[in-house]
């Protein structure tokens, strides 16, 4: 087993390779400023030290800024110098994250890799591997459910107020529902997700299945995340009285297989099926069984584009193999997260 030197390695390199359009280089320091890990493309003409030197003096002032907050393990900066841009989180009680960019990067664009990126070192660092995936998706949030650093810092997780705030146990629920054609892995991919077991035996849902799962973000232990997580049939008989459980629902997930290209042509169908009830609610293309891509019939660029027209969120994954699949729902939760404590 890698050890944590190898695991962060690996993380990072997987960082790299789906914000390769963006990012200049990434560092992991210790809250005391020690660095721990740093990491340039591997194509990268400017070498690490040179970029570092053109940020030394904004990482040395920004690591004692974060440093004496002491508002637990959650805090954010982002910085501008001559031609970089940094988005600096803590990574758990122990380290921080700082990822650098190229000036003209959007946040919205960057800032949930960098979140999720920060979640796995902090989990890594503390010896939580057990369920921890190193792979980075390649994930594409549509405009509902982005995230901004600006709806970070409407939340004021600052001084008294985070603590008096920390103290009260809260928890956050929502509905979740998956959509999409018969065999498509919508109930592999919840049992995935909440079970983290694969089942091959096909057993169609009869109806409707709920299934609760709770979990939490690093640095917001006492906000308890409850999803409920509604797997709807597929089936044409089903269709009358599908609609009726939509209602509430805080996001969607609508499910197809990449081995299978009606399953595809269904997604428009079953996004005015949603849209009908729910006219603004996060909607998530998920492109399943990845793990097939000897069968792949729809493209990457394809389910992306489609995505990008319906302006939905978008990404792949296995149920089979895990992939992806607990990163899509946390994906989803720290959106409607960040979203909800914003307003």
């Known amino acids: 087993m890698a050890n944590i030197h190898e695991q962060l390695d690996i993380l990072l390199d997987n960082y790299f390779k789906v914000t390769k359009e963006f990012i200049e280089a990434v560092y992991i320091f210790s809250r005391d400023g ?30 004692k800024r974060i440093s004496s907050e002491n508002i637990g393990s959650f805090g954010i900066g982002t910085f501008d110098v001559e031609d970089y841009r940094l988005i600096f989180l803590e990574a758990g009680s122990e380290a921080i994250l700082l990822s650098v960019f190229h000036y003209e990067v959007e946040t919205n664009n960057v800032l949930p890799y960098s979140f999720l990126i920060a979640e796995k070192i902090s989990k890594i660092l503390d010896g ?87 979990y939490f973000l690093q640095g917001f232990e006492d906000q308890i ?28 997930f609508i499910t197809y297989d990449i081995t299978d290209h009606k399953t595809f042509e269904s997604v428009k169908g079953w996004l005015k099926d949603v849209r009908d009830v729910l006219p603004d609610v ?53 959106g409607l997260f960040f979203e909800q404590n914003s307003k």
């Open 34 to 63: 020690l660095l721990l890990q740093k990491k340039t493309p591997p194509e990268e003409e400017k070498s690490i030290e040179e970029i570092y030197g053109a940020i030394a003096g904004t990482v040395e002032t920004s690591l």
């Open 225 to 252: 995340l409850n999803f409920m997580i509604w797997d709807l049939a597929g089936q044409k008989f089903f269709q009358r009285v599908r609609k009726a459980y939509y209602r509430g629902a805080n996001a969607v």
């Open 282 to 334: 996060p909607i998530i293309l998920l492109g399943n069984k990845i793990d097939l891509e000897k069968s792949r019939m729809v493209s990457s660029k394809d389910g992306s584009d489609l995505a990008s027209s319906l302006k939905c969120s978008f990404m792949e994954s296995s149920a089979k193999s895990g992939e992806n699949v607990r990163d899509a729902f946390n994906m989803i939760g720290i």
């Open 128 to 214: 939580q591997t057990k369920n921890i995936s190193l792979c980075v998706p390649n994930l594409q949030l549509g405009p509902e459910i982005s995230l901004s650093a600006k709806k970070i810092r409407n939340m004021k997780v600052r001084g008294k107020q985070i603590k008096k705030e920390m103290k009260k146990k809260k928890n956050l629920r929502f509905k979740l529902i998956v959509l999409g054609d018969p065999s498509v892995g919508k109930t592999t991919l919840i049992n995935r997700f909440v079970t983290n077991q694969f089942h091959s035996e096909y057993k169609p849902t009869l109806g409707i299945s709920i299934t609760n799962q709770e």
